[in-house]
């Protein structure tokens, strides 16, 4: 069982030719709604690829969250066990997204920045989960709870540093994974990190004894594997028709996580995380373009 801890939204998303300018008005762009957030995609995609999965997360009393509720109403494997705060709206994000799959994103997070300590260790008391998800986008005591509470429960974290703030570095030793893409890896590093190459670099200085990922969207995944003696390899990405990468980042965390907590080992974890995140950026939006397991076996099945 899988219990992710994290941020849920409501995505307005615009799809446009092109990016405007400043002070520019663009008017043919096309719009989309659906449920997002970081945690619910998480939380989604860990659903899909078959593992019983539970979202702690924190929503307004208002018309957002009832859309999201009546949206995921059939998704099967997940249980959302919401902190209702009334006094505030449920997250919402402003997502535009151009002709070549690029998106800039505006997130005002509403109830996420008021998701609570308390609820979450009620919630993981209560549970006993053997993989814990967590995510940048909720309050920095509640990431903190969670790790503090790691060796008391037993369970194993994955934190995907994801969006990046400061006190990311304050507790990046202490989750069992960890994973980043080349802009989180920039500001947690301090140095550049654009490729491969780079990546590697980075890498052969960490200092600490959790294993992490980079993820290096179409140059694909780096992995420090303590658990092969800091081991360092590079998993090349599958080459697609990319549409739309909002999610893929979301999908691959959620997706090695299940993985991970269906009993395969790291580096197959990695291997079906890309081919999910592969077939999630061939489609438009956030949960809905997440690929089910069998999906992403047929996938693979395509490059035999």
Same mark, same amino acid.
């Given at each position: 069982?899988?219990? =992710?801890?994290?941020?849920?939204?409501?995505?307005?998303?615009?799809?446009?030719?092109?990016?405007? @300018?400043?002070?520019?008005?663009?008017?043919?762009?096309?719009?989309? %709604?659906?449920?997002?957030?970081?945690?619910?995609? %998480?939380?989604?995609?860990?659903?899909?690829?078959? @593992?019983?999965?539970?979202?702690?997360?924190?929503?307004?009393? /208002?018309?957002?969250?009832?859309?999201?509720?009546?949206?995921?109403?059939?998704?099967?494997?997940?249980?959302?066990?919401?902190?209702?705060?009334?006094?505030?709206?449920?997250?919402?994000?402003?997502?535009?997204?151009?002709?070549?799959g690029k998106n800039k994103i505006v997130v005002s997070p509403g109830a996420n920045?008021?998701?609570?300590?308390?609820?979450?260790?009620?919630?993981?008391?209560?549970?006993?989960?053997?993989?814990?998800?967590?995510?940048?986008?909720?309050?920095?005591?509640?990431?903190?709870?969670?790790?503090?509470?790691?060796?008391?429960?037993?369970?194993?974290?994955?934190?995907?540093?994801?969006?990046?703030?400061?006190?990311?570095?304050? =507790?990046?030793?202490?989750?069992?994974?960890?994973?980043?893409?080349?802009?989180?890896?920039?500001?947690?590093?301090?140095?550049?990190?654009?490729?491969? /190459?780079?990546?590697v670099v980075v890498l052969k200085d960490y200092p600490f004894h959790n294993s992490?990922?980079?993820?290096?969207?179409?140059?694909?995944?780096?992995?420090?594997?303590?658990?092969?003696?800091?081991?360092?390899?590079?998993?090349?990405?599958?080459?697609?028709?990319?549409?739309?990468?909002?999610?893929?980042?979301?999908?691959?965390?959620?997706?090695?996580?299940?993985?991970?907590?269906?009993?395969? /080992?790291?580096?197959?974890?990695?291997?079906?995380? %890309?081919?999910?995140?592969?077939?999630?950026?061939?489609? @438009?939006?956030?949960?809905?373009?997440?690929?089910?397991?069998?999906?992403?076996?047929?996938?693979?099945?395509?490059?035999?």
């Open positions: 069982m899988i219990l =992710i801890v994290g941020s849920i939204n409501i995505d307005f998303t615009i799809k446009v030719k092109r990016f405007p @300018e400043e002070g520019e008005t663009i008017t043919d762009g096309v719009f989309f %709604q659906s449920p997002g957030g970081k945690g619910l995609n %998480q939380a989604v995609a860990s659903a899909r690829a078959g @593992e019983k999965t539970f979202l702690v997360c924190s929503v307004g009393n /208002d018309v957002f969250w009832k859309f999201i509720e009546d949206y995921l109403k059939n998704e099967k494997n997940l249980t959302i066990l919401p902190e209702v705060n009334k006094g505030f709206s449920t997250g919402v994000a402003f997502i535009l997204v151009d002709d070549k920045a008021k998701l609570s300590s308390n609820h979450v260790r009620q919630v993981l008391e209560q549970s006993n989960p053997r993989f814990v998800v967590l995510q940048c986008e909720i309050p920095f005591d509640v990431v903190q709870t969670v790790m503090e509470m790691k060796n008391k429960l037993n369970f194993i974290v994955v934190f995907n540093t994801a969006p990046f703030k400061s006190w990311v570095r304050e =507790i990046i030793h202490i989750p069992d994974f960890v994973i980043m893409n080349e802009v989180e890896a920039k500001q947690i590093f301090g140095k550049d990190v654009k490729d491969k /190459d780079s990546a992490v990922m980079i993820t290096l969207g179409k140059d694909g995944v780096v992995l420090l594997n303590q658990e092969k003696g800091k081991k360092i390899s590079h998993f090349p990405a599958f080459e697609v028709d990319v549409v739309d990468t909002t999610g893929a980042g979301d999908t691959f965390a959620g997706y090695f996580s299940a993985m991970m907590s269906a009993g395969k /080992d790291l580096e197959e974890s990695i291997n079906l995380a %890309q081919a999910a995140s592969a077939v999630c950026v061939t489609r @438009e939006g956030a949960v809905k373009s997440i690929p089910k397991f069998h999906e992403v076996l047929a996938f693979l099945q395509t490059l035999k």
